[in-house]
């Protein structure tokens, strides 16, 4: 009996990257198993992220890890954000690499696997059209799908424009196949993936039926068995009336919304050019709370942005206390190629940044701490999907807190009540009461 060969792939960086794996472990099915051992891999990939540095410095450590522990003869590719944008640099810098497989060109990986030097990182091309030939998901109970690729926004610290290329959208009836296949095989949550999926609809690739991200969402939503809808990440200059209230009132939309900040200050978020203030996101918030009071918010920050002073960085904490985010993602801002910010004059010092960030982090986790102490005695549908040590199971509340309960497989994969007993800061404890 022949046996396939084994493909060990490690995945940095955002949802999205996440997904181009899934696509990749897909695409390799007929020829390649997963395995979680490196040295017994016989193709190696890494899915990169460029978007801060510390990753690209990452990525050539790990490629020397892996050149030291490879079998012989295994193969190793490097594929992502990183490989668009520095391309066959990387084959010059570390000639260990085989091939390099740009962000956008996910759908070209069974031929780079098969030829050595082979380098593909355009992304002035369509691949939103391209149908993969298996599937492949990470959580049976759970699916991602991209319902867009690329990016328009041009936010001037931001290197993903140049990574995933211009935005465009995947058709309405190619996303709903591809959920109502993951459905047909058990999901009964998907998360939409998008760089900015508000923005849904501006651009397809052919002729199809006009509809923006609201009318998606209202159309998804028909697929019978599907239960719940997440989605990563809208722009908060998006969030029109409209679609607040769409996801105030369908009851499949989860109940926990991501909306990446940046800054609080109005004249950072100028700079940054995000399109919206600080009043702006308020009102957002004020009004996503006032419709939905059980709603979750989580945000990405950037401390010092080039300009940012000590009173841009009070406008930072300041929303911070106003919304009371329950997630937060927090950076220093690090200059990236090809980006307009990292020539602007008055970068911030690393010392400076670093005490910022550190004071952010800490308001966060004060928040977090008395947020999560609030859900204590409530009552919540969990959707379980993960077996963890010492006979628990993991789930989500709808507006997406990690919740441990014990139990066996019988709970995967279904909703449960759940009254929350304990919190702590990242998940909470909970009994089945129905
Ligand atoms: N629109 C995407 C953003 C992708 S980048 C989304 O919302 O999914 C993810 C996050 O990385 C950004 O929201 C931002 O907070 C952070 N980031 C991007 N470029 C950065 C840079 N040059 N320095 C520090 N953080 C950055
Ligand atoms: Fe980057 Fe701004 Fe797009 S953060 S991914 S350019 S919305």
Known sequence: MSSKQKLYIETLGCAMNVRDSEH??????????????????????????????????????????????????ARIGVCGCTASHLGKEIIKRAPAVDFVLGARNVSKIAQAVKERGFVQTDINHDE??????????????????????????????????STRGEEISIPEDMIKKEIEKSVAKGAKEVMLLGQNVNNYGRRFSGEH?????????????????LERIRFASPHPLHMDDAFIEEFANNPKICKSMHMPLQSGSTEILRQMKRGYSKEWFLNRVAK??????????????????????EADFAHTIDVMRRVEFDQVFSFKYSPRPNTPAQHYKEQVDDDTASKRLERLQALAKEILDKRMAQAVGSTEAVYFDELRPEGRVAGRTDNNRLVLVQGSEELLGNTRKVKITQSHRMSLDGEIVE
Do not use: H, W
């Open 24 to 73: 990749i472990v897909a695409e390799l099915s007929a020829e390649y198993a997963l395995t979680e051992d490196r040295s017994d891999a016989d193709l190696i990939i890494i899915n990169t992220c460029s978007v801060r540095e510390k990753p690209v410095k990452k990525l050539f450590s790990e490629i020397g890890k892996f050149k030291k522990q490879k079998k012989e003869g």
């Open 288 to 309: 996503l709370k006032a419709l939905v009071p059980e709603v979750t918010i989580g945000t990405d920050i950037i401390v010092g942005f080039p300009g940012e002073s």
């Open 128 to 161: 939103t059209t391209y149908q993969f030939s298996d599937s492949y998901q990470n959580s049976p109970y759970k699916a991602m799908v991209n319902i867009s690729i690329g990016c328009d926004k041009q936010c001037s610290f931001c290197i993903v424009p």
């Open 209 to 225: 039926r006009k509809i923006d991200f609201t009318g998606l969402l209202q159309s998804i939503s028909e697929v019978e068995g």
